[in-house]
């Protein structure tokens, strides 16, 4: 980003004047940045395109208003001084010299031209690339072409042997002369193999293709069936016996397949995506599969439809999955109709996620019914979606604390329900129907399809208080009167806004931070200063209370000017106070410090107040952070 740094400290130095006149210089490389989007490989190119679009956009709003009349010219240097503020523009940059402009418009198109020149030489150097392969190693023109074209990293090294020199065409031709080059890293990294998977593959006794005669007529058995050459490689990495086979074989084997009743497109697929079955005898799993399609009224071929190269296939689980269903009770008529329509089970990981809900159903509880009702009328929905929206709504039952009983029996129940529903947070509900974990469970319960309104994307509408709801704001409130809070005071407001739980489990709290040591008076500030401290369990402010106390060693009455300490994790506060008494230890920190001025700073404001004040304070934070989090 070199480039870019220099040109942007270049244009932000420019006036509206300036600017415009540099705009029609950037305009005329707009179609030579086009083009390098093709080669974006190398760092130079993609700095050309940076340094050109965005210069570009830095100028347009200037170069815009050129037409504009005197009155309006006027009027645009105000708005583009305005812009020129907000943008970081210095107002000194209308007042640089004419010999200062010129020299900076000189710069940065150098750095435009540098970066010309930079994709003429890769043309230079692949041209120089093909005619060593073709007219001096002797491979054919369509192999030696694509493998000047597709070997950008093998064609950077080159390029970093003869970068000083002016005519790069030349300069490599000559080194070719007088440096043979080992071509199978072009040709590895032509067939889609990168430098760290085709290293190994790299044969320590050769250099040039030719002297492997089965490898290159192999390869161009694959490549005139049908295979792209970028494909290759992939074939290569995971069957590469099949480049040793004698004349005449791997067509052989290739043709075998045709035989099965597959098209010549479907049989490049399946090559592609399963190297392994051109190793050996015809593939007995690919052809169990086949067969079991012939037996539920579906062609062959059909498979070449639905595959993908891009994936790897396991031939033997596909054809579990197949004996799977049919022990399950489905019909070959059936089966037919659940593939066709649900082509995902078989593809999607081979079977891996339909055996995943299998295991997931079996476990709570689910029979051999239950899976038929699933599959049988399974949601217009992909089985990978399916499968991680099932597992999500078995966090979502877990996290509103249902039953575990509860849970087994809608989840077996309803399976259909959870897989389709991209549920929200339950936090997010809580909130927009202001409800608490019980009464969710409850109306879930009673109507599972209510599921179905909580999904993301959806609107979501306060609910109508319950019985339930006004009993524990009752209760609440004579908690709080009971406690000296004034009855319908904004102290009040804030407290039941923030009160989650009901008036007893609220009394025990506070009855437990009396017993702790605090004045009853004390608490009582505490809970207007911080409502949220009593929506902790007895527990949890026992934990924290110790922690203070006993770790950190600060005073029980800490807590009445700062009670929010209760509100964070000890993780977070003991993550602080390490850092704190590292600095604190090494004079960088003040001693004695108050509880709120190490915790209630954002992590961004507690960098710069204290990490940052040692120079290895950073170092040390980050190694607090991950030891706290691995413990």
């Known amino acids: 980003m070199t480039h870019w740094r220099k040109t942007l400290a270049l244009v932000s130095r420019f006036g509206s004047v300036e600017t415009r006149g ?3 210089a950037l305009a005329f490389y707009a179609a030579d940045a086009l083009c390098c989007r093709k080669i974006s490989t190398f760092r130079f190119f993609r700095d050309l395109c940076v340094i050109e679009s965005s210069a570009s956009k830095w100028a347009s709003p200037f170069s815009s208003k050129r037409a504009c009349s005197s009155h309006a010219s006027t009027r645009s240097s105000a708005k583009t001084s305005s812009f020129a503020r907000s943008r970081g523009f210095s107002n000194e940059a209308t007042a640089q010299s004419p010999r200062a402009v010129e020299e900076d418009q000189e710069a940065i198109l150098e750095l435009l031209q540098g970066a010309r020149r930079s994709s003429r030489s890769v043309v230079e150097a692949q041209e120089a690339l093909l005619d060593y392969l073709h007219c001096t190693r002797g491979l054919n023109f369509p192999d030696a072409e694509h493998m000047s074209k597709h070997s950008p990293v093998f064609l950077q090294k080159l390029l970093e042997k003869v970068e000083k020199e002016e005519e790069i065409g030349k300069a490599l031709t000559r080194f070719f002369r007088y440096h043979p080059i080992n071509e199978f890293e072009p040709f590895f990294e032509s067939i889609g193999l990168k430098p760290g998977e085709f290293n190994s593959f790299l044969p320590r006794d050769l250099m040039f293709l030719s002297d492997d005669e089965q490898l ?12 792209a050459r970028s494909k290759i490689g992939k074939i290569y990495r995971d069957a590469t016996e099949i480049f040793k086979y004698k004349s005449g074989v791997l067509l052989l084997k290739l043709q075998a397949y045709e035989g099965l009743g597959l098209s010549k497109s479907s049989v490049i697929k399946v090559a592609a995506a399963t190297p392994v079955v051109l190793i050996g005898e015809v593939n007995g799993e690919l052809v169990k599969v086949l067969e079991g399609l012939d037996d539920f009224g579906i062609q062959r071929d059909w498979i070449g439809s639905v595959l993908s190269d891009k994936k790897f296939y396991d031939w033997r689980r596909m054809n579990a999955l197949l004996q799977f269903f049919i022990e399950l009770g489905f019909s070959k008529e059936e089966m037919g109709d659940l593939i066709k329509w649900h082509p995902d089970f078989l593809l999607d990981g081979s079977g891996k996620m339909v055996f995943s809900v299998v295991a997931l159903l079996s476990k709570l509880g689910g029979g051999k019914k239950d899976l038929f009702d ?3 009328n399974f949601p217009n929905i992909t089985i990978g ?17 249902m039953s575990p009983e509860d849970i087994e029996k809608l989840l077996v129940s309803h399976p259909e329900i959870f897989g389709s529903c991209s549920l929200k947070k339950p936090n997010s509900i809580f909130t927009y129907l202001n409800v608490g974990k019980k009464r969710l469970c409850r109306i879930i319960q009673e109507d599972p399809h209510q599921l179905k309104k909580y999904t993301l994307g959806t609107k979501l509408y306060r609910l109508p208080n319950s019985g339930a709801d006004e009993r524990s704001l009752r209760e609440k409130k004579k908690f709080l009167i009971k406690i000296g809070f004034a009855e319908e005071s904004e102290d009040m407001k804030k407290a039941l806004k923030v009160f989650r739980g009901k008036g007893d489990e609220l009394q025990h709290r506070y009855n437990f931070l009396v017993e702790a040591g605090l004045d009853p008076n004390d608490v009582v500030n505490m809970i207007k200063l911080a409502p949220q401290v009593l929506n902790q369990k ?3 402010l026992e934990r924290k209370i110790s922690f203070l106390v006993n770790n950190l060693e600060y005073p029980l009455s800490s807590l009445v000017a700062f009670p929010s300490y209760m509100s964070y ?3 977070r506060v003991k993550l602080r106070f390490l850092m704190y008494n590292w600095l604190k230890d090494r004079g960088k920190a003040s001693p004695c410090l108050a509880l709120s001025s190490v915790l209630a700073c954002s992590d961004k404001v507690f960098m710069k107040k204290f990490v940052n004040h040692h120079p290895e304070g950073p170092e040390v934070w980050e190694n607090f952070k991950k030891a706290l989090s691995l413990g």
């Open 22 to 24: 540099l705009s029609k």
């Open 216 to 227: 290159l007529e192999n390869f161009r058995v694959l490549c005139n069936y049908g295979i």
């Open 374 to 376: 699933l599959f049988s």
């Open 385 to 401: 979606n399916f499968t991680k929206n099932f597992r999500k709504g078995l966090l979502f039952l877990i996290e509103i604390e």
């Open 538 to 540: 007895i527990d949890v």
């Open 569 to 571: 994790t000890v993780e």
